[in-house]
């Protein structure tokens, strides 16, 4: 291949898949440099522990800079003995940039579409903002893309990765691929529209988990009740600690593990906490890994149907087995609670608000690392009449199915939203 054929499929990649019809020719390749006015920091004075108002000046934290987009609530009051500096103040169309913390919180930015005033800028951030030649929301969209974060990652310094920073140098010579500024404007304007379903969804699904929340605390502050099928109450519900209702048999490991982990298809599935991860509705479906039939004769084996409760890392949640498989010692399997429970009540309470903050305050000094038997056993739980339970899980399953339904419309619409940067930039 000759270096006139290679200089001809370099200029091919400057164009991109997918554009829309009115435009054409190459995109130009150049440094951020030439397409911003300015580039700062700012400051980071000590403030105090809570947000400011409206009408008080705050200094903004990291946490204000989200994928999820930019969180205006996430700032530190500014003291009345400090002397605000309004040129650090933030504004519609500022570009914001994560600059130092973990590596998963650097190179992190937001367009800034809505921001009210006295919002200053902390020493951990930096802002851009663009030339007449760029449109700012599309460059903070093609520095979000996986072509300029791959670049902003590899030159970030820092010594481990819970410590790495990004310099204003490097955001400078980061090299993007410009279109004309109508082109820009269009490309921002169709995919702003994309970002917006997103958000109307996410809204969407933290309405449905606040309003769940809100029943649940309507039950068991008995505010709310349900009805026998001739519109009579249920009798009052029961009060006991857990050890009256369940018992609880913790998980063993084979030791060392490593000498019973298989890639057999005999070997029986080894259930770890890092299986709930993909997990939806707190059930199991599938491991990572299995031991051997041997291996599992020094665990515990647990079968479908069952439901485990974590006692160490994602402590105090529970899950309901569609596997049979066997579980270490980071887990109880609840059995003998039939006759008390309808397993899918269970399932949410075990999950609950009510249940969990017991868990911190049973703990010694309110931090948990891991929780003992005898912490779940000392918790307090009630029991409704089994036909009350099951339909006080049905309404509550019913919720659970739109929340999963509307993560999911998030999950595919943010896919689309991918492909789409993947295609429509160069």
């Known amino acids: 291949m000759s270096i ?12 991109p898949l997918l554009r829309f019809q009115e435009f054409e020719g190459e995109w130009e390749y150049e440094k951020l440099q030439a397409r911003i006015k300015t580039i700062d920091s700012g400051w ?9 108002t ?11 800079v989200v994928w999820e ?23 519609i169309n500022d570009i914001l940039i994560t600059r130092a913390g973990p590596t998963s919180r650097v190179g992190v930015i ?37 072509n300029s974060q791959k670049q902003l990652v590899s030159k970030s310094s820092g010594l481990a990765e819970s410590q790495t920073n990004i310099s204003q140098k490097i955001l400078l010579n980061t090299k ?27 809204r969407k699904k933290e309405l449905l988990e606040q309003y769940k929340k809100g029943v649940m605390q309507q039950l068991f502050s008995g505010k709310l009740r349900f009805k026998d099928e001739n519109g009579e109450d249920y009798a009052d519900w029961e009060r006991g600690r857990f050890s009256k209702f369940i018992k609880l048999y ?10 019973y982990i298989t890639t057999s298809k005999d070997g029986v599935n080894w259930i770890k906490i890092g299986d709930t991860k993909h997990s939806k509705n707190y059930r199991i479906k599938s491991v ?26 994602s402590f105090g949640k529970s899950y309901l087995l569609q596997i049979d498989g066997c579980i270490y010692d980071g887990w109880f399997v609840l059995r003998e609670y039939e006759k008390a429970y309808d397993k899918e009540f269970l399932l949410q309470v075990l999950n609950s608000e009510f249940l969990q903050r017991q868990y911190f305050r049973l703990s010694t000094g309110g931090v948990v690392q891991n929780i003992s038997s005898e912490i779940v056993y000392s918790t307090l739980l009630f029991r409704p009449v089994i036909n009350e339970q099951q339909k006080i899980a049905n309404f509550l399953s019913s919720i659970d199915v739109k929340i999963e339904s509307t993560n999911q419309q998030i999950n595919q619409t943010q896919t689309f939203k991918k492909g789409l940067l993947q295609q429509m930039f160069v």
């Open 250 to 259: 913790r998980g063993s490991s084979p030791r060392p593990i490593i000498k």
């Open 110 to 146: 937001v367009h800034v579409n809505k921001v009210r005033d006295k919002l200053m800028l902390s020493d951990k951030l930096i802002r851009i903002r663009s030339n007449e030649k760029c449109s700012s929301l599309f460059l903070a969209i093609s520095l979000s893309n996986s």
């Open 4 to 15: 006139a054929t290679l200089q001809i499929e370099k200029k091919k990649t400057l164009v």
């Open 288 to 313: 990572s890994e299995k031991i051997t039939k041997k291996g599992s004769l020094k665990s515990r084996f647990v079968e479908r149907g069952e439901i485990i409760l974590a006692n160490s890392m």
């Open 54 to 64: 409206e009408n008080e000046w705050g200094v903004l934290k990291t946490t204000s």
């Open 69 to 91: 987009g930019f969180n205006e609530s996430a700032n530190k009051k500014l003291p009345e003995k400090l002397s605000p500096r309004p040129e650090l103040q933030v504004s």
């Open 44 to 52: 980071s004075p000590q403030c105090e522990e809570f947000p400011s």
């Open 176 to 202: 993007l691929s410009f279109p004309s500024l109508p082109e820009q404007q269009k490309i921002a304007s169709f995919l702003s529209a994309v970002d917006e379903k997103i958000q109307q969804l996410s």
